[in-house]
């Protein structure tokens, strides 16, 4: 069973229940009581959820659409910071109420969380220095001695220690992170999504793009609540079915770069 059909499965929501927007439940009715929806985010998250270093402005997509959510609740929004790793502890311990910072539908997730239609999608892409000698095209990186690095607990993960047969895999924890690795050379390439390899193009002079020459991993994107408030789940995955048809969806991923990991 492929991702999408499973989060069908997993939503078990009915088309009325989809189509209402606003549906009584636990998650639902403390976020009315107190006109407040807690939104976990990934602060590092460029394009999506990412706090500007100068500046301290939350910026990104998922800033933008959970701004929207709120507003269509009539509710303020409050930024829960979270990461990957947690992500299912936060949910699990009602630290927020929807995690929104662009969650990869793995089926581990799946397992834990309750998942709304997926609103973006990415492959797998490379990001390796301009003067590195060892990674120059897609083919070059797995191979003997090749070593390869990937943010512990995303999805890259799981994909490339299935995927690679020869090259090392390397799991960068925090507070270290891809880009020094690499930039000391301690790795020969990191693995990332397409959002976060527009921060490195965007922002580093040094960094160069290595894309697949073919679909290698595509993982659609959703946002991602606590298992068993099914009136919840249908109420953000309306929010969903809103954004994509009046636009706002679009536009916000106009503003942010990502028009092109859209799904329609």
């Not at 999408?4 to 997993?10: E, F, G, K, Q, Y």
Request: charged residues 25%; contains cysteine.
């Amino acid at each position: 069973m492929n991702v999408l059909n499973r989060w069908m499965v997993a939503a078990g929501l009915c088309l009325a229940a989809c189509s209402t927007g606003v549906l009584a439940g636990p998650v639902m009715d403390r976020v009315q009581s107190q006109s407040v929806l807690k939104v976990c985010i990934w602060p590092d998250y460029y394009g999506v959820t990412y706090r500007h270093p100068r500046t301290q402005e939350l910026v990104g997509i998922d800033i933008e659409l959970s701004a929207e959510l709120a507003r269509d609740l009539k509710a303020k929004v409050e930024y829960v910071e979270s990461s990957f790793p947690t992500l299912i502890e936060d949910l699990g311990q009602d630290r927020c109420d929807v995690a929104m910072y662009a969650i990869g539908m793995l089926s581990q997730r799946m397992e834990k969380l309750a998942f709304t239609q997926p609103y973006l999608r990415s492959d797998i892409y490379a990001i390796t220095t301009k003067s590195n000698a060892v990674v120059k095209q897609w083919s070059d990186i797995d191979k003997p001695g090749v070593m390869v690095a990937v943010q512990a607990g995303t999805f890259m993960e799981p994909i490339m220690l299935q995927r690679l047969k020869s090259a090392t895999v390397v799991k960068i924890k925090l507070p270290a992170t891809r880009e020094r690795e690499l930039v000391a050379g301690r790795v020969d390439v990191f693995m990332t999504d397409y959002p976060y390899s527009r921060r490195l193009l965007d922002n580093a002079d040094w960094a160069k793009l290595v894309e697949p020459p073919e679909p290698f991993s595509v993982l659609p994107y959703a946002y991602a609540v606590k298992r068993g408030d099914d009136a919840w789940l249908a109420t953000v995955d309306a929010f969903v079915s809103r954004i994509k048809a009046d636009g706002r969806l679009q536009r916000a991923a106009g503003h942010h770069g990502l028009s092109a990991i859209v799904v329609r």
